[in-house]
């Protein structure tokens, strides 16, 4: 599986921007999906995960209220939306494939993906 994350930029502290991620290699409705970051001298973290059915969202304390993850079955796509952005979101973004098929627990942990994008960067300025 390929993962193809985009959407990165600078933008300025309460503004918006949406990331991207684009996969390719397996049947892309069948597996949850996720979001992590990790900012410059911090370990990667947990932002947000969605189910394979979309119907399951998951989101870390940080950013639950501010981001938004959603889902394309068809253009094989799943989405992080980012509101009100902060300079702590300043970090490299990474999406992320389950490894297992059809999970629907009750969170989701890092643990549990096995594929990984390239990383976009998002900087927040104050």
């Known amino acids: 599986v390929q993962l193809q994350a985009s959407g990165g930029g600078l933008v300025t502290a309460g503004g918006s921007l949406r990331l991207s991620c684009a996969v390719s290699g397996r049947t892309f409705s069948n597996y949850g999906m996720g979001w992590f970051r990790q900012a410059p001298g911090k370990e990667r973290e947990f932002v947000a995960a969605i189910s394979w059915s979309g119907r399951s969202t998951y989101y870390s304390d940080s950013v639950k209220g501010r981001f938004t993850i959603s889902r394309d079955n068809a253009k094989k796509t799943v989405y992080l939306q980012m509101g009100s952005l902060k300079p702590e979101d300043t970090a490299v973004y990474y999406c992320?494939?389950?490894?297992?098929?059809?999970?629907?627990?009750?969170?989701?942990?890092?643990?549990?993906?096995?594929?990984w994008g390239q990383g976009t960067l998002v900087t927040v300025s104050s």
């Open positions: 992320a494939a389950d490894k297992s098929p059809f999970y629907s627990g009750s969170s989701y942990y890092e643990s549990r993906f096995g594929s």
